[in-house]
């Protein structure tokens, strides 16, 4: 290490490395997201993040079957080199799945968890499987 900054990528036992995406720099959390080392060279060649699938067990790219992808502006690393963050602009719709701007859509209130934000799309529209 130089200075006591991690001057790598430190990936897991499993080849991953946590990915936070952000819109903008001082933006609300959109999503997290693991990577693998061809994820993170495809996002940083193509500017589009891209990620992989633990339970699908392969790579994928944000917004291929939505529409709704990640252009990337800036990618940085936390101090320690395990966490990778990605500064984005969200094309289309949402960043979530489930039809919402951010997978964060959920706030604690009153002891449970209450939806925070209105869905943007409709789930079973975007996905047709």
């Not at 933006?27 to 693998?36: D, F, K, S, V, Y």
């Not at 067990?57 to 936390?78: A, C, I, N, P, T």
């Not at 984005?88 to 002891?111: D, E, L, T, V, Y």
């Amino acid at each position: 290490m130089s200075g006591g900054v991690a001057p790598r990528v430190r990936f897991d036992s499993q080849g991953l490395v946590p990915a936070i995406v952000q819109e903008g720099l001082r933006g609300r959390i959109l999503m997290m997201a693991w990577m693998n080392r061809r994820a993170l060279s495809l996002t940083l060649k193509t500017g589009f993040a891209h990620f992989y699938s633990r339970s699908r067990g392969k790579l994928w790219k944000k917004g291929e079957e939505s529409g709704h992808v990640q252009e990337v502006r800036e990618v940085r690393l936390d101090c320690d080199g395990d966490v990778v963050l990605l500064i984005a602009h969200q094309r289309g719709g949402g960043a979530c799945h489930a039809g919402f701007r951010s997978c964060f859509f959920r706030r604690r209130r009153g002891g449970r968890w209450v939806v925070a934000d209105a869905r943007i799309f409709d789930p079973a529209r975007v996905y047709k499987r």
